[in-house]
């Protein structure tokens, strides 16, 4: 098991920018793909983008590509997405995710998640 703990969100305006950082304890994170989800409201949470044990491989959704940038450093234990261009429909509660396994983090079913941070874009 590893604990992430997210931070960074806050209230924005379209077209500007945020930086979400996760800390994450317990077991060596390097041996955790990470991610990051989120979940507006009213909605089922989506993936976001992944990145792979030494950051070497990353993975978005089409919707925020060209845009976020998910990165880690593993010295830190801290996984990170900036988040550049905001749009208003991103606005959502973003969640930090690890798991051993690539796949079941793409998949959605990462057995490790943090508790969420808000992040609000207005027009």
């Known amino acids: 098991q590893v604990q992430l703990v997210e931070s960074g969100g806050g209230l924005v305006q379209a077209g500007g920018s945020l930086r979400l950082s996760c800390a994450a304890s317990?077991?060596?994170?390097?041996?955790?793909?990470m991610g990051w989800f989120r979940q507006a409201p009213g909605k089922e949470r989506e993936f976001v983008a992944a990145?792979?044990?030494?950051?070497?491989?990353?993975d978005y959704a089409d919707n925020v590509k060209g845009r976020f940038t998910i990165s880690r450093d593993n010295a830190k234990k801290t996984e990170y997405l900036q988040m550049n261009s905001l749009k208003p429909e991103d606005t959502a509660v973003y969640y930090c995710?690890?798991?051993?396994?690539?796949?079941?983090?793409?998949?959605?079913?990462?057995?490790?998640w943090g508790q969420g941070t808000q992040v609000t874009v207005s027009s």
């Open positions: 995710a690890a798991d051993t396994s690539r796949d079941q983090l793409r998949n959605g079913v990462p057995r490790n």
């Open positions: 317990g077991r060596t994170i390097s041996n955790y793909a």
């Open positions: 990145i792979g044990w030494f950051g070497g491989i990353t």
